[in-house]
């Protein structure tokens, strides 16, 4: 009989022979208790956090708190049931409601993750016959709805534009084209020219979606993300979201102005065929939306808190993914990934909590310690975080 298993082996074999060299599996990291935005048990001593995507620190913000206790009590722990059927609650068109305010547009769909959202929109309106054209960095999710949808991937080189016209160019003029980008990569987090994408896409024909993940509550002047920053929100026709980092809990969305949005609601597979979010879940993100509607203070700190360590980390000597601070995320180029193991080892003994990223996910083969800033960090934080990432540093010889 053929071992289906048989596919994983290398990866078995690779994380075997990592844990044979006595570092901690970065993979299966427990927090024992979490005490804050910013910091938890971790191997029962307390760790900042810098690797949780809770850019506004909204997951212990008191509101959304309140605003999901309340709905637990009075609906229940769960629905049950698809939105299309018995699962939609009060509370589900309270977020949606939030989320056309937020972003200024008609019209606003939640799904249960933010996977989900990318799964169902793009397998939806691209089908066969059509093309995708995409950022070869492009998150899993993208990737898997045009598989479900059975469309023409076309991808093109990081961020280039000159290779997006390029594959523009070829496709026959009167097809169904969609252009996927993200506001941020989140790998490197660094930003994508949308405002000359966009402009490209649409020169060429093709309907535009940004996947804002990365930026929604942060970048902007409203926090709507890059697309905002750029200048270019008007021109984008469907925007994904996440509840899931600046909202501080779980579910994912799409906004657009399209006239016939709507209709997604019936023929979306992931939207129709799963069960929707806990009354508390969208209770507490429809409090948390709205709060963010007024956070420039919180945007601001964290970009003084980003463009802090991104400068720290350059002057102590490593390596970091982009030149400045593009976003709340600062990748830490490792050698490779016993080495990152190790650092990342290094950091967890000196109370501080990263990513440990690694290929197929990481862009061009690369080990990357990821660190995801947190608007609730304080300043002395930062700078200790910095003592932190020195000390492993130099022990694990990363940095001189």
Same mark, same amino acid.
């Given at each position: 009989?053929?071992?289906?298993?048989?596919?994983?082996?290398?990866?078995?074999?690779? +994380? +075997? &022979?990592?844990?044979?060299? @006595?570092?901690?599996?970065?993979?299966?990291?427990?927090?024992?208790?979490?005490?804050? %935005?910013?910091?938890?048990?971790?191997?029962? +001593? *307390? $760790?900042?956090?810098?690797? $949780?995507?809770?850019?506004?620190?909204?997951?212990f913000d008191e509101d959304v708190i309140k605003a999901g206790q309340d709905a637990l009590r009075d609906f229940g722990a769960g629905t049950t049931g698809s939105r299309v059927l018995n699962g939609t609650y009060q509370g589900h068109k309270e977020v949606e409601e939030a989320l056309k305010e937020f972003y200024a547009m008609d019209h606003?769909?939640?799904?249960?993750?933010?996977? #989900?959202?990318?799964?169902?929109?793009? /397998?939806?309106?691209? @089908?066969?016959?059509?093309?995708?054209?995409?950022?070869?960095?492009?998150?899993?999710?993208?990737?898997?709805?045009?598989?479900?949808?059975?469309?023409?991937?076309?991808?093109? +080189?990081?961020?280039?534009?000159?290779?997006?016209?390029?594959?523009?160019?070829?496709?026959?003029?009167?097809?169904?084209?969609?252009?996927?980008?993200?506001?941020?990569?989140?790998?490197?987090?660094?930003?994508?020219?949308?405002?000359?994408?966009?402009?490209?896409?649409?020169?060429?024909?093709?309907?535009?979606?940004?996947? *804002?993940?990365?930026?929604?509550?942060?970048?902007?002047?409203?926090?709507?993300?890059?697309? !905002?920053? #750029?200048?270019?929100?008007?021109?984008?026709?469907?925007?994904?979201?996440?509840?899931?980092? /600046?909202?501080?809990?779980?579910?994912?969305?799409?906004?657009?102005?399209?006239?016939?949005?709507?209709?997604?609601?019936?023929?979306?597979?992931?939207?129709?065929? $799963?069960?929707?979010?806990? %009354?508390?879940?969208?209770?507490?993100? &429809?409090?948390?939306?709205?709060?963010?509607?007024? @956070?420039?203070?919180?945007? &601001?700190?964290?970009? *003084?808190?980003?463009?802090?360590?991104?400068?720290?980390?350059?002057?102590?000597?490593?390596?970091?993914? $982009?030149?400045?601070?593009?976003?709340?995320?600062?990748?830490?180029?490792?050698?490779?990934? !016993?080495?990152?193991?190790?650092?990342? !080892?290094?950091?967890?003994? *000196?109370?501080?909590?990263?990513?440990?990223?690694?290929? %197929?996910?990481? %862009?061009? @083969?690369?080990?990357?310690?990821?660190?995801?800033l947190c608007a609730e960090h304080s300043s002395d934080q930062v700078g200790e975080i910095l003592a932190r990432f020195t000390r492993a540093g130099k022990r694990v010889g990363i940095i001189a």
């Amino acid at each position: 009989m053929t071992d289906l298993f048989s596919k994983f082996d290398p990866l078995i074999e690779q +994380r +075997r &022979a990592l844990l044979d060299t @006595g570092v901690t599996d970065p993979f299966s990291l427990v927090m024992e208790k979490v005490l804050s %935005p910013t910091t938890a048990i971790c191997n029962g +001593r *307390e $760790t900042i956090l810098l690797g $949780t995507y809770n850019y506004m620190g909204m997951t212990f913000d008191e509101d959304v708190i309140k605003a999901g206790q309340d709905a637990l009590r009075d609906f229940g722990a769960g629905t049950t049931g698809s939105r299309v059927l018995n699962g939609t609650y009060q509370g589900h068109k309270e977020v949606e409601e939030a989320l056309k305010e937020f972003y200024a547009m008609d019209h606003a769909m939640v799904f249960s993750t933010g996977y #989900q959202a990318n799964l169902g929109i793009i /397998s939806t309106i691209a @089908g066969k016959g059509d093309y995708v054209i995409l950022d070869i960095d492009s998150h899993a999710s993208i990737y898997d709805g045009c598989k479900m949808g059975d469309a023409e991937i076309v991808a093109f +080189r990081h961020n280039d534009i000159e290779a997006l016209e390029k594959r523009l160019k070829r496709l026959p003029a009167d097809a169904g084209k969609l252009v996927v980008l993200e506001g941020v990569y989140s790998m490197l987090g660094d930003i994508a020219p949308l405002d000359k994408m966009v402009k490209l896409a649409k020169q060429y024909g093709a309907m535009v979606l940004v996947d *804002e993940a990365h930026s929604m509550g942060f970048i902007g002047e409203h926090g709507r993300g890059v697309a !905002e920053a #750029q200048g270019v929100l008007d021109d984008v026709d469907f925007v994904i979201g996440t509840f899931s980092k /600046s909202v501080g809990t779980v579910g994912g969305f799409c906004v657009s102005n399209h006239p016939k949005f709507e209709i997604m609601r019936l023929v979306c597979r992931p939207y129709v065929f $799963t069960a929707s979010l806990p %009354p508390s879940v969208v209770a507490t993100a &429809a409090t948390s939306i709205r709060k963010l509607m007024h @956070g420039s203070n919180k945007r &601001a700190h964290l970009w *003084e808190n980003s463009k802090t360590l991104h400068k720290g980390l350059t002057d102590a000597g490593f390596e970091l993914g $982009t030149k400045e601070a593009h976003s709340a995320i600062i990748a830490v180029i490792m050698p490779d990934l !016993e080495r990152g193991a190790m650092m990342w !080892e290094a950091l967890l003994e *000196e109370g501080l909590y990263v990513n440990l990223a690694r290929p %197929p996910a990481t %862009p061009a @083969g690369m080990t990357l310690l990821r660190c995801s800033l947190c608007a609730e960090h304080s300043s002395d934080q930062v700078g200790e975080i910095l003592a932190r990432f020195t000390r492993a540093g130099k022990r694990v010889g990363i940095i001189a």
